[in-house]
């Protein structure tokens, strides 16, 4: 089946580590996204990719870095940097030419 | 850039009763909107999408939402709810913006359905 994953489902790091969250699909769609969710803060953006070996900031970038070396892959790495980054965390990805958005099953990072 | 608004952050009500889920986005020319649900722990499943045509969009489990272009509106309604129903709510729009583009969430709307 077609889809995306996100790994792993809970993490758990010490404050000052950096931590990298997973997100793969199958689906050949073109762009990545990965948004923050809080509660009561809906999702808000972190990074997206629309093509391979490019990414862009979103409204949230800083303390996170992204690569996107493959189509299907698009990994988030939480940096010492990011104040705050206990959170929930959503891959999702789009065609060009469709306008509807897939999800991962999203990953609970907890800094302790 | 393109934003949205729930107005709602919890909506309480009993089962099989009608609801009715509102979401405001800014004005653009053209628009595409979806409504999202997420069950705890859990990613976003698309609920329904207006992408053109008609205004009265059906989606999944009896939820249907009407675009509004005058009152930039795109509301989600279900004539009887049931426990199931209870979950988050978004409500999202497409945003063309700098030669990109991206979803615009709202802050989501919490629905419980109590028996």
């Known amino acids: 089946d077609g889809g995306i ?3 792993p489902k809970y993490l758990f790091r010490k404050e000052g580590q950096n931590v990298t969250l997973s997100c793969e699909q199958n689906l050949n769609h073109d762009a990545m996204y990965w948004y923050r969710q809080d509660p009561g803060q809906g999702l808000r953006l972190i990074y997206y990719s629309q093509i391979v070996n490019d990414f862009q900031k979103g409204d ?7 690569s996107r070396e493959k189509k299907e892959s698009f990994p988030l790495t939480v940096t010492s940097a990011q104040k705050n980054p206990t959170a929930f ?5 789009t065609l060009q030419e469709n306008t509807e958005a897939f999800f991962g099953q999203g990953t609970r990072l907890t800094v302790v | 850039a393109q934003s949205v608004t729930q107005l709602d952050s ?9 609801v009715e889920l509102r979401c405001n986005y800014s004005s653009s020319v053209s628009v595409y909107l979806f409504w999202y649900v997420q069950y705890p722990n859990q990613g976003l ?3 329904l999408k207006y992408l053109s045509g008609s205004t ?3 989606g999944i489990n009896g939820f249907e939402a009407e675009f509004n272009k005058s009152q930039t509106s795109f509301h989600l309604r279900k004539p009887s709810v049931h426990i199931s129903d209870t979950a988050e709510y978004f409500c999202a729009v497409r945003d063309f913006w700098g030669g990109s583009e991206k979803l615009v969430f709202g802050k989501g709307t919490k629905l419980t359905v109590n028996p």
Do not use: H, N, R
């Open chain 1, 5 to 7: 994953t996100q790994s």
């Open chain 1, 60 to 66: 949230i970038a800083e303390g996170y870095s992204v």
């Open chain 1, 89 to 93: 965390y959503l891959c999702a990805s």
């Open chain 2, 10 to 18: 919890q909506v309480p009500v009993f089962e099989e009763a009608p």
């Open chain 2, 45 to 47: 499943q698309l609920l």
């Open chain 2, 56 to 58: 009265l969009v059906k």
